[in-house]
């Protein structure tokens, strides 16, 4: 483990592969403890998706792929029994979580690799989901440093920039989406502050984008989710950057609970409202965010922190886990490939045509 905690330090990821063990930082347990498990079953990796021990679109796709390669290693070595058993793991992880779509994007390129390396047998798929896995893993990160690239030219030197949930290294491979854009313009010379959203419920930015900024001495501050509009009111924001867990083909994003609102204000008070995602998080196969199906949690998130209760016993709760931001109050969306502005339908398509070339 030491060798993988060396890793961590230098690439800032919360997830590694470990020799047909999946390692995941505990992000439940961030910033007061950082705790490494492991899982080597479809069983455990859903479970750790669904109880959020790890969160983010791209983070899920990797987790995903590593969790097919995984559970692989322990199915029987007969060729009609191991066929059963990796759709049943295929199916147990990508039903984990429904609005991420990262997460059957990574199933399905398993899948793939399944159906082109079969032929040569049990033992090659094992080898080649493993591949595939690392591939996932090590694409996210350059594209997610791709992204900081691109999108760090669009924030100006000396901003104050407000992000909401976390949308950084630790929701990723590596390096971030939103928080890559941000951490782009810091290694472009840029002097960046960042103003996070706790993002109640979970409260991913008081917790997990001030704990990695604050790792990286970037200059981060974090506020109550209501007081946005106030700072923007008082030209304190400068721009806004989120992520998104899925990207309608329209341009339609869907994000945490809250970012629509955040979107609003924005448009409000003229302030840049960009999102980061790769072109992963874009799926063409819905036409608007009205489509993106969206996740309703546990009760218990609203009503408790930690051990505390919060809320009466008795009183209904709504823990909606995402809203979707419709096309028209996005200023750019940033991919690895290049930006869609305005994002509309041709802007998100054209962006398919464009070719990721590794540094």
């Known amino acids: 483990m030491s060798d993988k905690k060396q890793l961590w330090r230098q690439v800032l990821s919360p997830i590694y592969w470990d020799d047909g063990r999946v390692l995941m930082l505990d992000q439940r347990l961030l910033p007061v403890q950082e705790v490494w498990n492991s899982y080597e079953t479809a069983e455990q990796v859903a479970e750790a998706i669904q109880t959020m021990v790890i969160r983010g679109a791209p983070a899920i796709g990797c987790a995903a792929a590593m969790g097919v390669a995984a559970a692989a290693r322990g199915l029987p070595d007969d060729e009609a029994a191991f066929r059963a058993g990796f759709e049943r793991v295929c199916d147990h992880i990508a039903a984990a979580r429904p609005t991420a779509v990262n997460l059957s994007w990574a199933v399905q390129r398993q899948r793939r690799v399944f159906g082109d390396s079969i032929a040569r047998g049990v033992a090659a798929v094992r080898q080649a989901l493993e591949a595939e896995a690392l591939e996932v893993w090590h694409e996210d990160i350059d594209f997610c440093r791709a992204m900081g690239r691109i999108g760090g030219e669009l924030i100006p030197d000396g901003a104050t920039v407000l992000t909401h ?195």
């Open 165 to 359: 949930c976390n949308a950084g290294a630790l929701a990723t491979g590596g390096y971030g989406t939103a928080l890559g854009v941000i951490r782009g313009a810091v290694e472009a010379g840029k002097h960046i502050r960042v103003l996070a959203d706790e993002t109640r419920p979970f409260l991913q930015g008081a917790r997990l984008t001030a704990w990695e900024l604050h790792h990286d001495h970037i200059d981060v501050t974090v506020i109550c989710d209501n007081m946005a509009g106030a700072l923007m009111q008082k030209h304190a924001v400068d721009c806004v950057v989120v992520g998104s867990d899925r990207i309608a083909a329209n341009g339609d994003v869907a994000n945490k609970i809250g970012t629509y609102s955040v979107a609003v204000l924005a448009r409000r008070h003229d302030v840049p409202f960009y999102v980061a995602a790769p072109r992963s998080t874009i799926d063409l196969h819905i036409a608007h965010g009205d489509q993106i199906p969206i996740e309703e949690r546990p009760a218990r998130e609203v009503t408790h922190v930690g051990q505390t209760q919060l809320v009466p016993q008795g009183v209904p709760v709504r823990n909606i886990a995402f809203d979707v931001t419709p096309h028209e109050l996005v200023t750019a969306i940033i991919t690895e490939v290049g930006i869609a502005r305005p994002p509309d339908e041709s802007t998100v398509r054209a962006l398919f045509d464009l070719e990721f070339k590794r540094p």
